[in-house]
């Protein structure tokens, strides 16, 4: 469900910062904070059974990279993704990446904010087994996701499955 209200935007703020940067968040991993997120910033969660399980955020295409600079995100970016910890294992981060290239089906390129964490590129490597398709439209990308600033997730798996070493970076 689409981010709207005022009272959702308040279960976003609630499920990232206090389930997760308090309550589930390893306190060994400072990569993986999530700062919260501006009402400008377009995101979803999900609901099972009444509850709010997770969310995800993406950055719109043609929306400012950040304050202080006049550069725009050149594709839709899935930003961060969550699930609640006992909701994991479940398929609910490939169904958010499904939504995700869902909402964008004109864009032929989508990109997945660097650095993508080992658990989000086993969501990768699910959703691009299960959907081929997608797999020439998914790139890690660093800001604004110009060429020079992107590497393909499907590549990266495929390095990663035959045991030799992804690229640096995006």
Same mark, same amino acid.
């Given at each position: 469900?689409?981010?709207? /209200? %005022?009272? #959702? @935007?308040? +279960?976003?703020f609630v499920l990232?910062?206090?389930?997760?940067?308090?309550? #589930? @968040? /390893?306190?060994?991993?400072?990569?993986?904070?999530?700062?919260?997120? /501006?009402?400008?910033?377009?995101?979803?969660?999900?609901?099972?059974? $009444?509850?709010?399980?997770? %969310? &995800?955020? !993406?950055?719109?295409? $043609?929306?400012?990279? *950040?304050?202080? !600079? $006049?550069?725009? &995100?050149?594709?839709?970016?899935?930003? !961060?993704?969550?699930?609640? @910890?006992?909701?994991?294992?479940?398929g609910l981060g490939?169904?958010?990446?499904?939504?995700?290239? #869902? !909402?964008?089906?004109?864009?032929?390129?989508?990109?997945?904010?660097?650095?993508?964490?080992?658990?989000?590129?086993?969501?990768?490597?699910? %959703?691009?087994?299960?959907?081929?398709?997608?797999?020439?439209?998914?790139?890690? +990308? #660093?800001?604004?996701?110009?060429?020079?600033?992107? *590497?393909?997730?499907?590549?990266?798996?495929?390095?990663?499955?035959?045991?030799?070493?992804?690229p640096e970076s995006?």
């Open positions: 469900m689409k981010v709207q /209200s %005022f009272g #959702e @935007r308040i +279960v976003l990232n910062v206090v389930i997760f940067g308090r309550l #589930e @968040r /390893s306190l060994d991993d400072d990569a993986m904070f999530f700062l919260p997120h /501006s009402g400008k910033e377009q995101a979803k969660i999900l609901w099972r059974d $009444g509850a709010a399980v997770g %969310f &995800y955020t !993406t950055k719109a295409k $043609g929306s400012l990279c *950040g304050d202080g !600079t $006049g550069s725009c &995100y050149l594709l839709p970016v899935l930003d !961060t993704v969550f699930v609640r @910890r006992r909701h994991r294992g479940q490939v169904a958010m990446l499904r939504d995700f290239c #869902e !909402t964008f089906p004109d864009d032929e390129a989508l990109g997945v904010s660097w650095p993508i964490s080992p658990a989000m590129y086993q969501v990768c490597r699910k %959703f691009l087994l299960a959907h081929p398709e997608e797999q020439a439209r998914l790139w890690e +990308v #660093e800001p604004p996701g110009a060429w020079g600033q992107r *590497g393909s997730i499907w590549l990266k798996v495929q390095l990663q499955q035959a045991g030799l070493p992804a995006a």
